[in-house]
């Protein structure tokens, strides 16, 4: 069966400091990969969608960016964080009938 | 542009009290309509996809409900492990990769 994992869970990072989200799927190939961001009061928020290695569509101009080296690996970053930054971040892998799968989401505190 | 509007906000219920909760979406065409429930501190966990008005699916205590402006979210003789967050989603014709989420529907059972 697919599983998909995000790390670290929570982490609290000073603002200025650069970031990095890692999130992997396991039990399928080639999947559509997503970054969401949810911010309190707020619906899920589209960040990143990738189809393919390499291949990254943004939907938010924002300080983030996205990158897939490898298959079923998607690395949310970022060179210096924002206050506007904090939020809870989660990853997400498409299966055959449209629906998404979600990782348990990273908790990112910038201070 | 793409809407996805949920009510209510948030929803008291004595245990066994049967509710339902509103999703209404505005869209240039569906092609899917889904729900999800998430837990305090987790990822969205999936729960339902509806494709065309008049579709419903059940699972447990919930059934969901689709028509051509909105879809809803029975609950019957909810129990307090009902207690959650309900969110929408859409996708949209066009061949769209992204899913338009509502800000969810935060439901308490009390015992």
């Known amino acids: 069966s697919q599983t998909i994992h995000q790390w670290p869970a929570t982490l609290v990072q000073p603002v200025g400091s650069p970031l990095s989200l890692e999130c992997t799927v396991e039990g399928t190939s080639n999947p559509n990969l997503y970054w969401y961001r949810q911010a309190a009061g707020r619906g899920l928020q589209l960040l990143f969608y990738?189809?393919?290695?390499?291949?990254i569509s943004s939907e938010v101009p924002q300080n983030l960016s996205a990158s897939r080296p490898q298959d079923r690996q998607f690395i949310l970053s970022s060179k210096k964080l924002l206050l506007s930054d904090s939020g809870f971040y989660l990853c997400a892998w498409r299966g055959g009938t449209g629906e998404l799968f979600f990782g348990e989401g990273s908790r990112l505190t910038v201070l | 542009e793409d809407q996805v509007t949920q009510s209510p906000e948030a929803l008291r219920l004595q245990e066994g009290e049967s509710s339902s909760l509103n999703c209404s979406y505005t869209?240039?065409?569906?092609?899917?309509l889904f729900w999800y429930r998430q837990d305090p501190g987790k990822g969205p966990e999936f729960l339902f996809t509806?494709?065309?008005a008049g579709e419903e699916k059940e699972k447990e205590r919930l059934k969901a409900t689709l028509t051509k402006k909105e879809s809803f979210l029975h609950i019957t003789a909810p129990k307090p492990e009902d207690s959650a967050t309900y969110l929408c989603a859409v996708e949209t014709q066009g061949g769209s990769e992204k899913l338009v989420f509502g800000k969810g529907t935060k439901l308490t059972v009390n015992p």
């Open positions: 869209v240039s065409g569906l092609r899917g």
């Open positions: 990738s189809v393919g290695i390499g291949q």
């Open positions: 509806l494709y065309s």
